[in-house]
């Protein structure tokens, strides 16, 4: 089966991820871009002092931001944003596993995409490939507002 990328650019590509990046929480958190296809988008965080919370274990806070940023940015990327902003609207979150060291990556793939709401399921896994959160992402296309 071909799927026709879900990008509002067909064209998108792994560098146009990376201007998004700076000066954000991602950027302080340490996520960057692994993997881009025609329905998904990955990326990693480090599970280190910047993401453990006091009992040496990944804080459930941080797989929220990881999963909020990667949904996000896949709603972005998906919108005409000439004419749409898209806003987070509600995150749930199961932590089904811990993580200690190493990298967590946020696997994004689309639940629903419609003209005013985006749903986005995220699996989050270890370095060995265990699930550790599950997440849904629910993203408000809204229209851009006028200058």
Not at 10 to 31: Q, S
Not at 80 to 87: N, R, T
């Amino acid at each position: 089966m071909i799927l026709m990328p879900i990008w509002f650019n067909k064209n998108l590509a792994m560098p146009d991820l990376n201007p998004l990046g700076p000066n954000t929480m991602g950027e302080y958190l340490g996520m960057e871009w692994v993997a881009l296809g025609d329905d998904y988008l990955k990326m990693r965080m480090p599970v280190d002092n910047r993401t453990r919370q006091p009992y040496g274990l990944l804080h459930g806070g941080a797989s929220c931001a990881l999963a909020e940023t990667v949904g996000s940015v896949a709603s972005h990327f998906v919108i005409d944003p000439d004419k749409f902003i898209c806003v987070g609207m509600e995150i749930n979150a199961n932590h089904v596993r811990s993580a200690s060291k190493g990298y967590v990556t946020a696997t994004c793939k689309p639940l629903h995409l419609g003209a005013t709401t985006h749903v986005w399921d995220i699996k989050i896994h270890d370095e060995r490939e265990k699930l550790v959160c599950v997440s849904r992402l629910t993203v408000a296309i809204l229209k851009k507002p006028r200058p």
